[in-house]
């Protein structure tokens, strides 16, 4: 009996700024996408590569919550990604190759510092030396 891996999904989930509340579920990349695309930190300059991006982004994207400015629900689809900002989409790339990169995102709580263990509270004299009996 094999092993059958489960493709990765990613819930992305935007808490600040203009894009708070959106959320974008998306599947992962293989890593032939990943070199024809030149890497994860893909040179976004390149109108060529945003293009590349948009549209490897619009085929693996399974839904998001995003509506129009009549609260309509805006399909996931390529189309949809052309008709948005340019910052709009490259946050969504950048949130996205974050995750798969495995940029995990900072902590909840800051851990908390800790006690001074016993070890570093016993008293470390020198010991008289044995005297032989």
Not at 23 to 32: A, D, F, I, P
Not at 60 to 78: C, F, H, K, Q, S
Not at 107 to 120: D, I, R, Y
């Amino acid at each position: 009996m094999g092993y059958k891996r489960n493709p990765k999904v990613y819930k992305l989930r935007f808490q600040d700024g203009d894009m708070a509340g959106l959320e974008v579920t998306l599947r992962s990349v293989s890593v032939g996408q990943v070199i024809e695309l030149g890497g994860l930190g893909a040179d976004t300059s390149n109108g060529e590569t945003v293009e590349q991006m948009v549209e490897l982004l619009a085929e693996r994207i399974v839904e998001w919550n995003l509506e129009d400015e009549n609260g309509a629900p805006v399909p996931p689809t390529l189309e949809a990604l052309k008709n948005e900002d340019l910052d709009f989409v490259l946050a969504i790339i950048n949130e996205w190759t974050s995750a798969a990169a495995g940029v995990s995102a900072p902590l909840e709580t800051p851990s908390p510092s800790g006690e001074t263990s016993l070890e570093a509270s016993l008293p470390m004299e020198v010991l008289s030396p044995s005297l032989a009996s």
